[in-house]
């Protein structure tokens, strides 16, 4: 029904010299996870190994076809966006004017072609080099007092979401066709006109400012088919009762 906001196997994860084979596995496991699959490698201080393939655990193939760079230039080439990682916003605030939150990101980069998500070593990040290399720059919001994710940690995350961007437009059930929404209007407005019209209970005087209230909430709805029928036979029951 609607077309995704990114495609998980056109991102490329890039890893600048990271020195835990645990990590690049972990991480492994985390493209898998969520569809992605290029791994890319900059210099890396840590070989892939036994370490790296246990921790990947059903993601040996991704650790597989990992490639390695010496430069990050080399390992987004072809890339149409390059995203950048940093949990320094502080550091780097008179740079990073194109910072976002990972929340965000899907709609940035959608419609740009192939993506590279570049990540820093563990122990001191992404340089300034590089991130002046990127074309955004994306933060994942954390506490104060301990506000950097471990490497594979936050590879998980930003790549959760952009799976979650997809998952949200995907609809699992029948939603209802416009002509019913206009005959649960109708029919709620009628009802109340009806209801109003009986001798006993306390009377709504402005009835329009009701039916409005009712129209907005079932705009903000995302309403099933079959609810809605079962609102339009319950609002034909109501309207029916009070006319007799």
Known sequence: MFKNNVALDS?????????????VGMAARALKNFGCRELALVRPRARIGFTAKIFAKHAEDVLARARVFTSLSEAVLGCGVVVGTTSATTRFAS???????????????????????VFGSEGT??????????DLIATIPSAAEQP?????????????????????EKIFFETAAAHKFRRLEHLFAE?????????????????RKVAAAFR??????????????????????????CKR
């Open 191 to 207: 009802a109340l006109a009806a209801a109003n019209r009986l001798p006993r209970g306390r009377r709504v005087y402005d009835e």
């Open 125 to 134: 990040g992404l340089g300034e080099e590089d991130i002046r290399a990127c």
């Open 216 to 241: 907005r909430v079932l705009e903000r709805s995302e309403l099933a088919d079959v609810e809605a029928q079962a609102l339009l036979a319950g609002f034909s029951r109501i309207s029916f009762a």
């Open 11 to 23: 991102v490329r994860v890039v890893l600048v010299e990271p020195e835990y084979q645990l990590n």
């Open 148 to 168: 950097v994710l471990n490497l594979s940690h936050a590879v998980a995350v930003v790549l959760y979401e952009l799976y979650s961007s997809q998952a949200k």
């Open 95 to 117: 740079t990073l004017n194109n910072c976002i939150s990972v929340r965000e990101l899907a709609k940035k980069i959608r419609g740009r072609g192939r993506v590279a998500l």
